[in-house]
């Protein structure tokens, strides 16, 4: 499972990683959210519920939560084929940026959104947390076209960073930290390294 904010890279290290897995093993890349619709209709929930912001996040959050069931169930049919899945994005980035949108309103609902996720999330072998400064991120972000207004500003993201941080230290499974501002070719080769062994494959 590769998480970390947007910006973060953790899109081309995951795409790399799977470019060089799939010489030796089978593979499957999968990303959230799973629905690419799912993300503009988490943008029509905010301008829906603008004068009750806390209803659109849970709105925003529930659908993003219905898109990984759903999601979900491909991932274990994958591993039933003896696949293994390298997942961009999985429940963590619900925590981490519906808990940020919840933050900036003074609420704290990680639980809530652990509850909702708990009864159909497996708990991945393997976190790769993509940790790069939101200033750096932006940037990127920016360089690439488009943003999203939901997500995709500086203290949002300044926001969510602290989050997904709150949720590396808290995860009991086996994790890497990623400093994700270095040159790309160090970062790409850190995680492939850091995989491929826990896979057994050095």
Same mark, same amino acid.
């Given at each position: 499972?590769?998480?970390?904010?947007?910006?973060?890279?953790?899109?081309?290290?995951?795409?790399?990683?799977?470019?060089?897995?799939?010489?030796? !093993?089978?593979?499957?890349?999968? %990303?959230?959210?799973?629905?690419? =619709?799912?993300?503009? &209709?988490? #943008?029509?929930? /905010? @301008?829906?519920?603008?004068?009750?912001?806390?209803?659109?996040?849970?709105?925003?959050?529930?659908?993003?939560?219905?898109?990984?069931?759903?999601?979900?169930?491909?991932?274990?049919?994958?591993?039933?084929?003896?696949?293994?899945?390298? !997942?961009?994005?999985?429940?963590? %980035?619900?925590?981490?940026?519906? =808990?940020?949108?919840? &933050?900036? #309103?003074?609420? /704290? @609902?990680?639980?809530?959104?652990?509850?909702?996720?708990?009864?159909?999330?497996?708990?991945?072998?393997?976190?790769?947390?993509?940790?790069?400064?939101?200033?750096?991120?932006?940037?990127?972000?920016?360089?690439?076209?488009?943003?999203?207004?939901?997500?995709?500003?500086?203290?949002?993201?300044?926001?969510?960073?602290?989050?997904?941080?709150? #949720?590396?230290?808290?995860?009991?499974?086996?994790?890497?930290?990623?400093?994700?501002?270095?040159?790309?070719?160090?970062?790409?080769?850190?995680?492939?390294?850091?995989?491929?062994?826990?896979?057994?494959?050095?």
């Amino acid at each position: 499972m590769f998480e970390g904010i947007d910006g973060s890279g953790k899109t081309t290290v995951s795409k790399f990683v799977y470019s060089m897995l799939r010489k030796v !093993c089978s593979i499957r890349l999968t %990303s959230e959210p799973y629905d690419r =619709g799912v993300l503009a &209709s988490a #943008e029509s929930c /905010e @301008r829906r519920f603008a004068d009750t912001p806390v209803s659109a996040i849970d709105c925003s959050a529930l659908l993003f939560t219905h898109d990984r069931a759903v999601h979900t169930l491909n991932i274990r049919r994958w591993l039933s084929q003896g696949k293994t899945v390298l !997942c961009d994005r999985y429940y963590i %980035s619900t925590i981490a940026y519906q =808990g940020a949108q919840y &933050s900036m #309103e003074g609420i /704290e @609902r990680s639980s809530w959104l652990r509850s909702i996720n708990a009864p159909f999330v497996g708990v991945p072998n393997m976190l790769i947390y993509m940790d790069s400064d939101p200033s750096v991120a932006i940037g990127r972000v920016k360089k690439r076209g488009a943003c999203s207004p939901l997500f995709e500003n500086e203290r949002f993201l300044r926001e969510t960073a602290a989050a997904y941080r709150r #949720e590396y230290r808290s995860f009991r499974g086996l994790k890497l930290r990623i400093d994700a501002d270095r040159a790309e070719d160090e970062v790409r080769g850190e995680t492939l390294s850091a995989i491929k062994s826990a896979m057994g494959l050095n």
